[in-house]
């Protein structure tokens, strides 16, 4: 790791399937479950549940861009889940669930709007990207069960049925991109 190491926050859907994958990549140092952009401080699974927090569930990820770019974490991001659903991946429904890039420095955000805008320009998906790009802002670690849930619980129902496709599409796709 290098002095240099930066956070990114993504919101994809369940937090338990973003994590699966990332704790998966070259360069990324740590991988957090957890809240953002809500209005409570220190929210609970429960408040989150409910929609009326305002939180999204995401992942904080810490990483070393010399081993990982920002443009490759968000090209996995853009890949391993749906960007055209509004508040919603898959069967889980709810603003928690909204698909969000939530940068922590200028440059960043810079990077993320160039790739939202290549996205847009390619055709990729049929319907248009919703995937908001806003400042980190009122961040909070899940609850200690949230944390490393995929590989505490791979056999458990959705974890087979949901995260493990993620982790078999980023392993397909992203070869290159995987810890040794």
Request: hydrophobic share 40%; glycine share 8%; with cysteine.
């Amino acid at each position: 790791m290098t002095d240099a190491m930066q956070t990114l926050v993504l919101g994809g859907g369940c937090f338990w399937c973003t994590e699966a994958v990332y704790t998966q990549v070259r360069g990324v140092a740590d991988v957090e479950s957890g809240y953002c952009n809500g209005s409570l401080p220190n929210p609970t699974y429960e408040m989150v549940c409910t929609g009326q927090s305002g939180h999204c569930e995401v992942v904080k990820l810490v990483y070393d861009p010399a081993q990982v770019t920002t443009r490759e974490l968000l090209e996995i991001f853009f890949v391993i889940h749906d960007p055209t659903t509004l508040n919603r991946q898959g069967a889980d429904v709810g603003t928690q669930y909204r698909s969000g890039i939530y940068f922590t420095t200028p440059a960043q955000e810079v990077i993320a709007r160039e790739v939202l805008a290549e996205l847009a320009a390619s055709g990729v998906y049929r319907s248009p990207v919703v995937t908001e790009v806003v400042p980190l802002a009122n961040y909070a670690a899940a609850e200690p069960y949230h944390q490393d849930f995929f590989a505490r619980n791979p056999n458990q129902g959705y974890c087979m049925a949901v995260a493990a496709p993620k982790v078999a599409k980023f392993r397909k796709t992203f070869v290159r991109l995987q810890k040794e």
